[in-house]
């Protein structure tokens, strides 16, 4: 009897788990939405913002959305992952931009291939990659406080 109530109890906890995960993927998809209209919007009205938000928020702003985007790849992962990946990620395609070849040069001149690979190597985007990031992770920590997450996945182990 005792078996029985305990692989029913884990399965209720598992769908309840399964469907945490859902939704906190569907939230993720909501913040790398806003991310990428925060930082288009940071680019086309860039005239109409104070010059230190236009120069600088646009990298930070799409640091924060490769975060957002591997928090929703792995929903289930320690936010740490999600932090060192995407300063990886970021840090990676800024270096990158040292590589001129005439083929990935054509790339870069589409608007697509611009906005996800960038022109040229900055050292000071490394440093707004950094900022976003440590942003995005210090929000999503503290939503995951406040939400007390972090004890109810624990507490359902």
């Given at each position: 009897?005792?078996?029985?109530?305990?692989s029913?109890?884990?399965?209720?906890?598992?769908k309840?788990?399964?469907?945490?995960?859902?939704?906190?993927?569907?939230?993720?998809?909501?913040?790398?939405?806003?991310?990428?209209?925060?930082?288009?919007?940071?680019?086309?009205?860039?005239?109409?913002?104070?010059?230190?938000?236009?120069?600088?928020?646009?990298?930070?702003?799409?640091?924060?959305?490769?975060?957002?985007?591997?928090?929703?790849?792995?929903?289930?992962?320690?936010?740490?992952?999600?932090?060192?990946?995407?300063?990886l990620?970021?840090?990676?395609?800024?270096?990158?931009?040292m590589?001129?070849?005439?083929?990935?040069?054509?790339?870069?001149?589409t608007?697509?291939?611009?906005?996800?690979?960038?022109?040229?190597?900055?050292t000071?985007?490394?440093?707004?990659?950094?900022?976003?990031?440590?942003?995005?992770w210090?929000?999503?920590?503290?939503?995951?406080?406040l939400?007390g997450?972090?004890?109810?996945?624990?507490r359902?182990?």
């Open positions: 009897m005792k078996n029985i109530r305990k029913s109890s884990r399965g209720v906890i598992l309840n788990m399964e469907r945490f995960h859902w939704k906190a993927r569907a939230a993720y998809l909501a913040a790398v939405l806003v991310m990428i209209l925060l930082g288009l919007g940071s680019r086309a009205f860039s005239t109409h913002l104070p010059a230190f938000v236009a120069n600088h928020f646009g990298d930070a702003l799409w640091a924060c959305m490769i975060y957002f985007g591997l928090r929703m790849l792995w929903v289930n992962r320690q936010l740490s992952v999600a932090l060192w990946g995407s300063l990620f970021c840090f990676a395609i800024e270096f990158s931009q590589y001129q070849a005439p083929w990935i040069n054509h790339i870069r001149a608007t697509l291939g611009s906005l996800v690979l960038g022109k040229g190597f900055l000071v985007d490394l440093i707004r990659y950094t900022m976003g990031i440590v942003v995005s210090a929000l999503d920590q503290g939503c995951q406080r939400a997450i972090n004890r109810r996945i624990e359902e182990r």
